[in-house]
């Protein structure tokens, strides 16, 4: 069988849709036309599948639809995360509950994919899990952000010794590496400022080298948000930086 090269060539249709607590955020990278960007808040006490629904409408619109694969990344902070291997035998439920994250009601447990030999077990919304499983069957990624920052980390050479941190609208990820350089942590807490961000690198740092002293541990900050939590850091950690591009999970 003959097989052309433009079939061969084809750029894939990729949407990316971060659901958070407040609404949805929609990403499309097309190499044929300008990037499309939008966001679309849930309506308070809606329906937050007729909400996604009118905003998938939105986003076949700008993008003309039929996506090769759509990524739902899930942005929450009842999260934690897993080595991939421990995840077949894992009852989510219990491990979230150890884990100090509990279910609020018409939520239901979800396993990401893998990024790096770590999966993400958290909470979402059960009904949106349901329309996006059934709507884009066989195309549908789960993810986590944390995936993103951990790339980022993997792309910039992060130092051992360091926590990277990406802070989104509601919540912040924070990688830590040890002094070898490998990744020791991986966590996530709901962020409302920027009390909130030194409250949880001043206790992650008082794990690592120094005994928390900030001199001593390198943060990596990354996101779209980085640069609105780049003064506070400085304020207690000397060595500070920036790294990757954008977000987009």
């Given at each position: 069988?003959?097989?052309t090269?433009?079939?061969?060539?084809?750029?894939?249709?990729?949407l990316?849709?971060?659901?958070?607590?407040?609404?949805?955020?929609?990403?499309y990278?097309s190499?044929?036309?300008r990037?499309?960007?939008?966001?679309?808040?849930?309506?308070?006490g809606?329906?937050?599948?007729?909400?996604?629904e009118?905003?998938?409408?939105?986003?076949d619109?700008?993008t003309?639809?039929?996506y090769?694969?759509?990524?739902?990344?899930?942005?929450t902070?009842?999260a934690?995360?897993?080595?991939?291997?421990?995840?077949?035998?894992l009852?989510?439920?219990?491990?979230?509950?150890?884990?100090?994250?509990g279910?609020?009601i018409?939520?239901?447990?979800?396993?990401?994919?893998?990024?790096?030999?770590?999966?993400a077990?958290?909470?979402?919304?059960?009904?949106?899990?349901e329309?996006?499983?059934?709507?884009?069957?066989?195309?549908?990624?789960?993810v986590?952000?944390?995936?993103c920052?951990?790339?980022?980390?993997?792309?910039?050479?992060?130092?051992?010794?360091?926590?990277?941190?990406?802070?989104?609208e509601?919540?912040?990820?924070?990688?830590?590496?040890?002094i070898?350089?490998?990744?020791?942590?991986?966590e996530?807490?709901?962020?409302?400022?920027?009390?909130?961000?030194?409250y949880?690198l001043?206790?992650?740092?008082?794990?690592?080298?120094?005994?928390?002293?900030?001199?001593?541990?390198?943060?990596?900050?990354?996101?779209?948000h980085?640069?609105?939590?780049?003064?506070?850091?400085?304020?207690?950690?000397?060595?500070?930086?920036?790294?990757?591009?954008r977000?987009?999970?």
């Open positions: 069988m003959q097989v090269g433009n079939s061969l060539n084809r750029e894939k249709k990729i990316s849709i971060r659901l958070t607590r407040s609404g949805l955020y929609f990403y990278v190499p044929h036309s990037d499309t960007e939008f966001q679309s808040q849930f309506t308070p809606g329906d937050s599948v007729a909400d996604l009118r905003a998938l409408i939105v986003a619109a700008r003309g639809g039929d090769d694969r759509v990524e739902l990344s899930l942005d902070a009842a934690a995360f897993v080595p991939e291997e421990l995840v077949a035998g009852n989510a439920e219990e491990f979230l509950s150890h884990a100090g994250v279910a609020a018409g939520m239901r447990d979800v396993t990401t994919g893998t990024y790096g030999g770590i999966c077990v958290a909470y979402a919304d059960a009904r949106i899990m329309y996006m499983e059934a709507r884009f069957a066989g195309k549908l990624a789960v986590s952000p944390a995936f920052l951990l790339g980022a980390c993997r792309e910039a050479g992060v130092e051992g010794g360091a926590l990277a941190v990406y802070p989104t509601e919540n912040v990820y924070v990688a830590g590496y040890g070898d350089g490998k990744l020791s942590l991986l996530v807490y709901p962020l409302s400022g920027e009390a909130d961000m030194v949880y001043s206790k992650l740092a008082e794990g690592m080298i120094g005994g928390g002293k900030g001199g001593r541990v390198k943060i990596y900050l990354y996101g779209a980085a640069g609105a939590y780049r003064s506070v850091v400085r304020r207690y950690f000397r060595k500070v930086s920036v790294v990757g591009r977000d987009r999970a």
